[in-house]
Nanobody
Framework: QVQLVESGGGLGEAGGSLRLSCTSSGSLAEIKTMAWYSQAPGKERDILARITTSGTTVYADCSVKGRFTISRDGARNTVYLQMTSLKVEDTAVYYC????????WGQGTQVTVSS
């Protein structure tokens, strides 16, 4: 069973930056895709971006493209979400996901952006 541990959430200011981290307990050798999702209050969980083992990235949410950057450190089995130019509407719970044939979720980390 893979465990994903997220960190880095909290309170940010509009226009500011935060960096989220997600460390996987899974195998370093596995081919897998990792992704970040967000779920705003009263809304569905939506994918923001994903990154493959080879480093290919896809940003699924136009509202974050150019502001958020997904990256990974293979040696640390960790994926990051660098969030810049924060907006109040970025307030949400952010979830990390790993897919390697099976799908695993982190526990979520709250990000609150104040104006």
């Amino acid at each position: 069973q893979v465990q994903l541990v997220e960190s880095g959430g909290g309170l940010g200011e509009a226009g500011g930056s935060l960096r989220l981290s997600c460390t996987s307990s899974g195998s370093l050798a596995e081919i897998k895709t990792m992704a970040w999702y967000s779920q705003a209050p009263g809304k569905e969980r939506d994918i923001l971006a994903r990154i493959t083992t080879s480093g290919t990235t896809v940003y699924a949410d136009c509202s974050v493209k150019g502001r958020f950057t997904i990256s990974r450190d293979g040696a640390r089995n960790t994926v990051y979400l660098q969030m810049t130019s924060l907006k109040v509407e970025d307030t949400a719970v952010y979830y990390c996901q790993e897919t390697n044939g099976n799908r695993y979720w982190g526990q979520g980390t709250q990000v609150t952006v104040s104006s």
